[in-house]
């Protein structure tokens, strides 16, 4: 398993992207059965590229015999940051007396 996460993570270091973070997150039992199998390895890379880089990622993820299924999600900058203060969400919020009116965007 080592060697096909490094295999993928030289895919994106050689199209000059930068791979930030990995989790394996172990075998798992899959929501439905693939190809014949009910558990599959999980591994989430996450990493910053052109979108060459991408389409040479999913490129060579298809063209893996042990890859049932692959999913790439383009993430914002700001989903991505964490925020600076965690502590107090409520004290960024403006109050009514302001005049001022924030609204949320809906998932």
Known sequence: MKEIIDKFKKVVEAQEGVVSQIDEWGL??????ID??????????QYRSSVRA?????????LTDGVLRYL????EEQATAEPADKSHPEEHKASPEEGAVKSEPRP
Do not use: F, H, P, S
């Open 54 to 62: 991408v389409e040479e990622l999913e490129r060579n993820l298809k």
């Open 28 to 33: 798992r039992d899959l929501a439905y059965r």
């Open 72 to 75: 790439t999600v383009r993430a």
């Open 36 to 45: 014949k199998q009910a558990k599959g390895i999980y591994t989430l890379m």
